[in-house]
Nanobody, 114 residues
């Protein structure tokens, strides 16, 4: 069964760091592209990070560019989103996503206090 299960997130202070995890089942994260999105109330989900299936191409559109790292661990079949220098405006629910299969993780809240 294809599934994405997220972990991590929570409350962090301004300038802090946080790592989100997205464990996949039913497909290999080292074969297919993966993405991370975020969403705030009243707004559409916003793409923040992308990694290609081969892992040789990443993209970080939006305001978090330069503060994000996306990576994956084939042994754990997990994709990670490392976030640094967090700001209050980064507060959102973060989702992982497999564009190939159109499946979302359950979302995880990240709250950055000022």
């Amino acid at each position: 069964q294809l599934q994405l299960v997220q972990s991590g997130g929570g409350l962090v202070q301004f300038g802090g760091s946080l790592t989100l995890s997205c464990a996949a089942s039913g497909f290999s994260v080292t074969t297919y592209p993966m993405s991370w999105y975020r969403q705030t109330p009243g707004k559409e989900r916003e793409l923040v990070a992308f990694i290609s299936g081969t892992g040789d191409r990443t993209n970080f559109p939006g305001s978090m560019k330069g503060r994000l790292t996306i990576s994956r661990d084939g042994a754990k079949n997990t994709v990670y989103l490392q976030m640094a220098s967090l700001k209050p405006e980064d507060t959102a629910v973060y989702y992982c996503y497999t564009p190939t299969f159109g499946r979302w993780g359950q979302g995880t809240q990240v709250t950055v206090s000022s």
